[in-house]
Protein backbone atom coordinates (compact mmCIF):
# COMPACT_ATOMS: atom_id res chain seq x y z
CA UNK A 1 0.00 0.00 0.00
CA UNK A 2 1.59 3.24 -1.24
CA UNK A 3 0.35 6.61 0.09
CA UNK A 4 2.25 8.85 -1.97
CA UNK A 5 1.22 10.80 -4.76
CA UNK A 6 3.23 10.21 -8.20
CA UNK A 7 5.58 12.44 -8.98
CA UNK A 8 2.96 13.83 -11.93
CA UNK A 9 0.51 13.90 -9.18
CA UNK A 10 2.58 16.12 -7.01
CA UNK A 11 3.64 18.71 -10.20
CA UNK A 12 -0.43 18.96 -10.65
CA UNK A 13 -0.86 19.48 -7.03
CA UNK A 14 1.66 22.20 -6.89
CA UNK A 15 0.66 24.00 -9.90
CA UNK A 16 -3.18 24.14 -9.00
CA UNK A 17 -2.58 25.08 -5.07
CA UNK A 18 -0.18 28.26 -6.53
CA UNK A 19 -2.76 28.94 -9.20
CA UNK A 20 -5.64 28.60 -6.88
CA UNK A 21 -3.69 31.16 -4.40
CA UNK A 22 -2.89 33.62 -6.38
CA UNK A 23 -5.19 33.70 -8.95
CA UNK A 24 -8.77 31.98 -7.65
CA UNK A 25 -8.70 33.21 -4.10
CA UNK A 26 -8.80 36.66 -4.51
CA UNK A 27 -11.81 37.21 -5.86
CA UNK A 28 -13.99 34.53 -4.45
CA UNK A 29 -15.53 36.91 -2.16
CA UNK A 30 -16.46 39.92 -5.07
CA UNK A 31 -17.60 36.96 -7.48
CA UNK A 32 -19.98 35.46 -4.62
CA UNK A 33 -21.86 39.06 -3.84
CA UNK A 34 -21.55 39.98 -7.93
CA UNK A 35 -22.48 36.45 -9.37
CA UNK A 36 -19.45 36.52 -11.92
CA UNK A 37 -19.21 33.52 -13.50
CA UNK A 38 -15.38 32.77 -13.05
CA UNK A 39 -14.87 32.79 -17.08
CA UNK A 40 -10.88 34.32 -17.00
CA UNK A 41 -10.03 31.78 -14.72
CA UNK A 42 -11.04 28.98 -16.91
CA UNK A 43 -9.96 30.73 -19.98
CA UNK A 44 -6.40 30.48 -17.94
CA UNK A 45 -7.01 26.70 -16.55
CA UNK A 46 -7.55 25.74 -20.59
CA UNK A 47 -4.31 27.19 -21.47
CA UNK A 48 -2.60 24.83 -18.59
CA UNK A 49 -3.75 22.04 -20.15
CA UNK A 50 -6.53 21.01 -16.98
CA UNK A 51 -9.75 21.46 -18.79
CA UNK A 52 -9.59 18.12 -20.84
CA UNK A 53 -7.34 16.55 -17.69
CA UNK A 54 -8.59 12.72 -17.24
CA UNK A 55 -9.13 12.28 -21.10
CA UNK A 56 -7.13 10.78 -23.42
CA UNK A 57 -4.62 13.41 -25.22
CA UNK A 58 -6.19 12.50 -29.09
CA UNK A 59 -9.20 14.33 -27.77
CA UNK A 60 -7.30 17.19 -26.44
CA UNK A 61 -7.25 16.10 -22.91
CA UNK A 62 -3.86 15.41 -20.99
CA UNK A 63 -4.23 11.95 -20.14
CA UNK A 64 -4.49 11.81 -16.32
CA UNK A 65 -6.50 9.98 -14.07
CA UNK A 66 -8.94 10.12 -11.53
CA UNK A 67 -6.54 11.16 -8.42
CA UNK A 68 -5.23 14.30 -10.31
CA UNK A 69 -8.65 15.20 -11.00
CA UNK A 70 -9.88 14.93 -7.55
CA UNK A 71 -6.63 17.62 -6.63
CA UNK A 72 -7.53 19.99 -8.79
CA UNK A 73 -11.24 19.41 -7.98
CA UNK A 74 -9.96 20.13 -4.26
CA UNK A 75 -7.53 23.23 -4.49
CA UNK A 76 -10.23 25.01 -6.83
CA UNK A 77 -12.54 24.48 -3.93
CA UNK A 78 -10.28 25.13 -1.50
CA UNK A 79 -10.01 28.94 -3.05
CA UNK A 80 -13.38 29.38 -4.54
CA UNK A 81 -16.12 26.54 -4.45
CA UNK A 82 -18.14 28.14 -7.34
CA UNK A 83 -15.06 27.31 -9.25
CA UNK A 84 -14.65 24.20 -8.27
CA UNK A 85 -18.15 22.77 -8.88
CA UNK A 86 -17.94 24.26 -12.37
CA UNK A 87 -14.48 22.92 -12.94
CA UNK A 88 -16.18 19.05 -11.49
CA UNK A 89 -19.23 19.25 -13.24
CA UNK A 90 -17.44 20.04 -16.83
CA UNK A 91 -14.93 16.97 -16.44
CA UNK A 92 -17.69 14.80 -14.52
CA UNK A 93 -20.84 15.15 -16.19
CA UNK A 94 -20.25 17.27 -19.08
CA UNK A 95 -16.78 15.19 -20.75
CA UNK A 96 -17.36 11.89 -18.69
CA UNK A 97 -20.34 10.59 -20.51
CA UNK A 98 -19.10 11.48 -23.82
CA UNK A 99 -16.04 9.61 -23.04
CA UNK A 100 -17.45 6.34 -21.92
CA UNK A 101 -20.40 6.10 -24.43
CA UNK A 102 -19.50 8.27 -27.01
CA UNK A 103 -18.71 6.93 -30.55
CA UNK A 104 -15.17 7.69 -31.87
CA UNK A 105 -17.02 9.92 -33.87
CA UNK A 106 -19.08 11.70 -31.46
CA UNK A 107 -15.74 12.03 -29.22
CA UNK A 108 -13.92 14.02 -31.69
CA UNK A 109 -16.46 16.14 -32.47
CA UNK A 110 -17.98 16.68 -28.63
CA UNK A 111 -15.85 15.94 -26.29
CA UNK A 112 -12.73 17.68 -27.86
CA UNK A 113 -14.20 21.33 -27.69
CA UNK A 114 -14.33 20.17 -23.74
CA UNK A 115 -10.98 19.08 -23.67
CA UNK A 116 -9.91 22.27 -25.32
CA UNK A 117 -11.86 24.56 -23.45
CA UNK A 118 -13.63 25.68 -26.43
CA UNK A 119 -17.08 24.65 -24.53
CA UNK A 120 -18.10 23.85 -21.00
CA UNK A 121 -19.26 20.50 -20.06
CA UNK A 122 -23.06 19.99 -18.91
CA UNK A 123 -25.16 17.02 -18.51
CA UNK A 124 -29.18 17.57 -18.37
CA UNK A 125 -30.78 15.05 -15.56
CA UNK A 126 -33.04 16.11 -13.35
CA UNK A 127 -36.11 17.80 -13.31
CA UNK A 128 -38.82 19.44 -11.70
CA UNK A 129 -40.40 16.06 -10.85
CA UNK A 130 -37.60 13.81 -11.08
CA UNK A 131 -34.81 14.98 -8.78
CA UNK A 132 -33.55 12.20 -6.16
CA UNK A 133 -36.15 9.70 -8.48
CA UNK A 134 -34.11 9.98 -11.72
CA UNK A 135 -36.30 7.64 -13.18
CA UNK A 136 -39.17 10.04 -12.96
CA UNK A 137 -38.23 11.83 -16.32
CA UNK A 138 -40.75 13.15 -17.75
CA UNK A 139 -38.77 14.91 -21.21
CA UNK A 140 -39.58 12.96 -24.01
CA UNK A 141 -37.78 11.95 -27.41
CA UNK A 142 -39.93 10.91 -30.23
CA UNK A 143 -38.57 9.77 -33.85
CA UNK A 144 -39.37 11.79 -36.90
CA UNK A 145 -37.69 10.27 -39.66
CA UNK A 146 -34.11 10.43 -39.56
CA UNK A 147 -34.31 12.96 -36.37
CA UNK A 148 -35.71 12.92 -32.95
CA UNK A 149 -37.80 15.55 -31.64
CA UNK A 150 -37.29 16.25 -27.89
CA UNK A 151 -39.96 17.82 -25.61
CA UNK A 152 -39.36 18.69 -21.73
CA UNK A 153 -37.38 20.46 -19.43
CA UNK A 154 -34.67 20.20 -17.10
CA UNK A 155 -33.74 21.87 -13.88
CA UNK A 156 -30.75 22.81 -11.83
CA UNK A 157 -28.53 22.09 -14.12
CA UNK A 158 -24.61 23.08 -14.11
CA UNK A 159 -22.59 25.38 -16.66
CA UNK A 160 -25.20 24.96 -19.39
CA UNK A 161 -25.65 28.46 -20.73
CA UNK A 162 -21.04 28.49 -21.59
CA UNK A 163 -22.10 24.83 -23.23
CA UNK A 164 -22.53 24.36 -27.05
CA UNK A 165 -23.72 21.06 -26.44
CA UNK A 166 -25.12 18.50 -23.88
CA UNK A 167 -26.24 15.20 -22.91
CA UNK A 168 -29.48 14.95 -21.55
CA UNK A 169 -31.78 12.29 -20.78
CA UNK A 170 -35.29 11.71 -22.41
CA UNK A 171 -38.00 8.92 -22.46
CA UNK A 172 -37.24 7.03 -25.66
CA UNK A 173 -40.21 4.72 -25.90
CA UNK A 174 -42.04 2.52 -23.45
CA UNK A 175 -40.67 -1.39 -22.95
CA UNK A 176 -42.29 -3.85 -20.91
CA UNK A 177 -44.69 -1.26 -19.29
CA UNK A 178 -41.10 0.76 -18.16
CA UNK A 179 -39.93 3.97 -19.49
CA UNK A 180 -37.09 2.98 -22.13
CA UNK A 181 -35.16 5.78 -21.00
CA UNK A 182 -31.72 6.64 -23.25
CA UNK A 183 -29.18 9.71 -23.36
CA UNK A 184 -29.23 12.11 -26.61
CA UNK A 185 -26.29 15.17 -27.77
CA UNK A 186 -28.30 18.07 -27.37
CA UNK A 187 -26.41 21.13 -29.17
CA UNK A 188 -27.25 24.20 -26.89
CA UNK A 189 -28.00 26.65 -30.03
CA UNK A 190 -30.63 23.91 -31.68
CA UNK A 191 -33.79 25.75 -32.22
CA UNK A 192 -36.60 25.46 -30.09
CA UNK A 193 -33.89 25.06 -26.81
CA UNK A 194 -33.91 27.90 -23.85
CA UNK A 195 -31.46 28.52 -21.40
CA UNK A 196 -33.09 30.00 -18.44
CA UNK A 197 -30.45 31.28 -15.36
CA UNK A 198 -32.28 33.77 -13.05
CA UNK A 199 -32.23 30.93 -10.01
CA UNK A 200 -31.54 32.70 -6.78
CA UNK A 201 -29.03 30.42 -4.62
CA UNK A 202 -28.54 30.09 -1.27
CA UNK A 203 -24.46 29.59 -2.61
CA UNK A 204 -22.14 28.74 -5.31
CA UNK A 205 -23.09 31.98 -6.33
CA UNK A 206 -20.32 32.23 -9.29
CA UNK A 207 -21.40 29.35 -10.70
CA UNK A 208 -23.62 28.72 -13.77
CA UNK A 209 -27.05 26.71 -12.51
CA UNK A 210 -30.02 27.02 -15.49
CA UNK A 211 -33.03 25.90 -16.37
CA UNK A 212 -33.27 24.08 -19.75
CA UNK A 213 -36.56 24.08 -21.83
CA UNK A 214 -36.87 21.78 -24.75
CA UNK A 215 -39.79 22.55 -27.31
CA UNK A 216 -39.77 20.54 -30.47
CA UNK A 217 -35.69 20.66 -30.46
CA UNK A 218 -34.95 18.44 -33.25
CA UNK A 219 -31.57 16.71 -33.20
CA UNK A 220 -30.04 13.63 -35.82
CA UNK A 221 -30.54 10.50 -34.60
CA UNK A 222 -26.45 9.93 -34.93
CA UNK A 223 -27.10 12.11 -31.52
CA UNK A 224 -28.29 8.73 -29.15
CA UNK A 225 -25.49 8.72 -26.30
CA UNK A 226 -24.40 4.96 -26.57
CA UNK A 227 -27.46 2.60 -27.02
CA UNK A 228 -30.62 3.12 -26.78
CA UNK A 229 -32.77 2.87 -23.74
CA UNK A 230 -29.01 2.65 -21.84
CA UNK A 231 -29.90 5.79 -20.63
CA UNK A 232 -30.51 5.09 -16.77
CA UNK A 233 -27.57 3.10 -16.45
CA UNK A 234 -25.39 5.91 -18.18
CA UNK A 235 -26.21 8.35 -15.96
CA UNK A 236 -25.86 6.18 -12.81
CA UNK A 237 -22.21 5.18 -14.02
CA UNK A 238 -21.55 8.84 -14.53
CA UNK A 239 -22.83 10.01 -11.33
CA UNK A 240 -20.54 7.39 -9.84
CA UNK A 241 -17.43 9.26 -10.96
CA UNK A 242 -19.16 12.65 -10.18
CA UNK A 243 -19.30 12.07 -6.61
CA UNK A 244 -15.76 11.79 -6.27
CA UNK A 245 -15.92 15.20 -7.52
CA UNK A 246 -18.45 16.29 -4.66
CA UNK A 247 -16.56 14.46 -2.13
CA UNK A 248 -13.39 16.30 -3.65
CA UNK A 249 -14.97 19.58 -3.07
CA UNK A 250 -15.90 18.63 0.10
CA UNK A 251 -12.78 18.51 1.18
CA UNK A 252 -11.35 21.52 -0.29
CA UNK A 253 -14.63 23.59 1.31
CA UNK A 254 -13.40 21.83 4.82
CA UNK A 255 -9.66 22.44 4.25
CA UNK A 256 -10.30 26.51 4.12
CA UNK A 257 -12.82 26.21 6.76
CA UNK A 258 -10.34 24.76 8.68
CA UNK A 259 -7.67 26.93 7.93
CA UNK A 260 -9.20 30.22 8.59
CA UNK A 261 -10.39 29.03 12.09
CA UNK A 262 -6.46 27.71 13.10
CA UNK A 263 -5.31 30.89 12.08
CA UNK A 264 -8.01 32.74 13.60
CA UNK A 265 -7.61 31.10 16.67
CA UNK A 266 -3.88 31.85 16.78
CA UNK A 267 -4.32 35.47 16.57
CA UNK A 268 -7.41 36.26 19.03
CA UNK A 269 -7.14 36.54 21.98
CA UNK A 270 -9.65 36.55 24.93
CA UNK A 271 -9.01 36.14 29.06
CA UNK A 272 -5.53 36.79 28.49
CA UNK A 273 -5.15 33.71 26.26
CA UNK A 274 -5.23 33.17 22.31
CA UNK A 275 -7.86 31.22 21.40
CA UNK A 276 -5.74 28.19 20.35
CA UNK A 277 -4.28 27.59 23.95
CA UNK A 278 -7.81 26.72 25.56
CA UNK A 279 -8.38 23.33 25.59
CA UNK A 280 -11.77 23.56 24.00
CA UNK A 281 -10.47 25.30 20.71
CA UNK A 282 -7.71 22.77 20.44
CA UNK A 283 -10.10 20.11 20.59
CA UNK A 284 -12.35 21.13 18.07
CA UNK A 285 -9.43 21.93 15.58
CA UNK A 286 -8.19 18.22 16.38
CA UNK A 287 -11.70 17.03 15.06
CA UNK A 288 -11.47 18.99 12.28
CA UNK A 289 -7.56 17.96 10.76
CA UNK A 290 -8.84 14.56 11.83
CA UNK A 291 -12.43 14.57 9.87
CA UNK A 292 -10.68 16.19 6.72
CA UNK A 293 -7.86 13.55 6.79
CA UNK A 294 -10.48 10.60 6.42
CA UNK A 295 -12.35 12.57 3.65
CA UNK A 296 -9.31 13.27 1.68
CA UNK A 297 -7.81 9.64 1.92
CA UNK A 298 -11.83 8.35 1.09
CA UNK A 299 -11.66 10.47 -1.67
CA UNK A 300 -8.24 9.18 -2.64
CA UNK A 301 -9.55 5.64 -2.84
CA UNK A 302 -12.76 5.72 -4.93
CA UNK A 303 -10.31 7.84 -7.13
CA UNK A 304 -7.75 4.54 -7.02
CA UNK A 305 -10.48 1.74 -7.60
CA UNK A 306 -11.80 3.80 -10.33
CA UNK A 307 -8.55 4.04 -11.98
CA UNK A 308 -7.82 0.37 -11.72
CA UNK A 309 -10.81 -0.31 -13.41
CA UNK A 310 -12.76 -1.60 -10.27
CA UNK A 311 -15.88 -1.88 -9.00
CA UNK A 312 -16.22 1.84 -6.87
CA UNK A 313 -19.75 2.60 -6.59
CA UNK A 314 -19.73 1.69 -2.74
CA UNK A 315 -16.77 3.82 -2.12
CA UNK A 316 -17.72 7.10 -4.55
CA UNK A 317 -20.91 7.06 -2.28
CA UNK A 318 -19.08 6.63 1.12
CA UNK A 319 -16.45 9.52 -0.09
CA UNK A 320 -19.32 12.20 -1.02
CA UNK A 321 -21.46 11.22 1.79
CA UNK A 322 -18.68 11.48 4.58
CA UNK A 323 -16.92 14.43 2.77
CA UNK A 324 -20.54 16.27 2.02
CA UNK A 325 -21.31 15.87 5.90
CA UNK A 326 -18.31 16.94 7.28
CA UNK A 327 -17.86 19.85 4.99
CA UNK A 328 -21.06 21.36 6.92
CA UNK A 329 -19.31 19.70 10.09
CA UNK A 330 -15.93 22.14 10.01
CA UNK A 331 -17.74 25.07 8.50
CA UNK A 332 -20.29 25.16 10.93
CA UNK A 333 -17.07 24.83 13.64
CA UNK A 334 -14.86 27.43 12.37
CA UNK A 335 -18.19 29.69 12.38
CA UNK A 336 -18.40 29.02 16.33
CA UNK A 337 -14.57 29.38 16.66
CA UNK A 338 -14.61 33.12 15.10
CA UNK A 339 -17.79 33.92 17.30
CA UNK A 340 -19.85 36.56 16.21
CA UNK A 341 -17.18 37.44 13.47
CA UNK A 342 -17.59 34.32 12.27
CA UNK A 343 -21.36 35.60 11.38
CA UNK A 344 -20.17 38.74 9.34
CA UNK A 345 -19.78 37.89 5.70
CA UNK A 346 -15.67 40.38 6.23
CA UNK A 347 -14.56 37.22 7.55
CA UNK A 348 -15.90 34.46 4.72
CA UNK A 349 -16.32 31.55 6.77
CA UNK A 350 -20.03 31.86 6.84
CA UNK A 351 -19.66 31.44 2.83
CA UNK A 352 -17.80 27.94 3.39
CA UNK A 353 -21.35 26.47 5.14
CA UNK A 354 -23.42 27.93 2.45
CA UNK A 355 -21.32 26.71 -0.50
CA UNK A 356 -21.31 23.38 1.19
CA UNK A 357 -24.99 22.50 1.76
CA UNK A 358 -25.31 22.06 -1.80
CA UNK A 359 -22.75 19.54 -1.21
CA UNK A 360 -25.26 17.30 0.75
CA UNK A 361 -27.86 17.96 -1.94
CA UNK A 362 -26.34 17.45 -5.46
CA UNK A 363 -25.39 14.19 -7.48
CA UNK A 364 -27.45 12.13 -5.14
CA UNK A 365 -28.54 13.59 -1.60
CA UNK A 366 -27.60 12.36 1.99
CA UNK A 367 -30.57 10.49 2.03
CA UNK A 368 -29.69 8.56 -1.64
CA UNK A 369 -26.18 7.85 -0.88
CA UNK A 370 -27.00 5.62 2.01
CA UNK A 371 -29.43 3.94 0.07
CA UNK A 372 -26.91 3.10 -2.91
CA UNK A 373 -24.32 2.27 0.46
CA UNK A 374 -27.25 -0.28 1.55
CA UNK A 375 -27.51 -1.99 -1.79
CA UNK A 376 -24.30 -2.52 -1.99
CA UNK A 377 -23.54 -4.14 1.38
CA UNK A 378 -25.71 -6.44 0.71
CA UNK A 379 -29.08 -4.88 2.51
Not at 371 to 376: G, H, L, P, S
Amino acid sequence: MNFDLTQEQQMIKKTIKEFADEVVAPGAVDRDRSKEFPADIFKQLSDMGMMGLPFDEKYGGAGADTTSFAIVTEELSRACASTGITYSAHISLGGAPLNLFGTEQQKQRYLTPICKGESFGAFGLTEPNAGSDAGGTQTRATEDGDDWVINGSKVYITNASYANHLALTAITGMEGGKKEISAIIVPTDAEGFTIIDNYEKMGLNASNTTELVLDNVRVPKENLLGKRGQGFKQFMATLDGGRIGIAAMGVGIAQAAFDRALRYSKERKQFGKTLSEFQITQFKLADMAMKIELARNMVYKAAWLKDQGRPFTKEASMAKLYASEISMEVADEAIQIHGGYGYMKEYEVERYMRDAKLLEIGEGTSEIQRMVIARQIGC
